[in-house]
């Protein structure tokens, strides 16, 4: 990884649930914790906890060069709302097809 630039895996036990328009997106008890320099901690959620029948494969792909290739999935509203990595590098490889979506809600127990 490039100097100053660190990335670190860790599994949370926080409940989150992700809501769009009343519609439970996804709901899980067993996050990924990712934290990355310069960008907010991001929850990586197993693809079991999150509704993929709700959601459509999307065509885009972005590329990081400390991550690999994202690919996206979509709602008819929301294009590429949420984004994973089907094959990730190496040292993040436990990310590998869990789901993230850009907005989450950490409930309070």
Do not use: N, Q
Request: hydrophobic share 30%; aromatic share 10%.
């Amino acid at each position: 990884m490039t100097t100053g630039h660190r990335i670190t895996i860790e599994r949370g036990s926080e409940h989150v649930r992700v809501v769009r328009d009343g519609r439970v997106l996804a709901e899980s008890t067993r996050p990924l914790l990712l934290r990355e320099t310069g960008l907010p901690v991001r929850y990586y959620l197993p693809p079991e906890d999150v509704r993929t029948d709700l959601l459509t494969p999307s065509d885009t792909h972005s590329y990081c060069p400390f991550k690999g290739t994202a690919s996206y999935w979509s709602l008819p509203e929301a294009p590429d709302l949420v984004w994973y990595y089907p094959d990730p590098k190496p040292d993040v490889a436990e990310i590998r097809d869990h789901l993230c979506f850009y907005d989450v809600e950490i409930v309070a127990e």
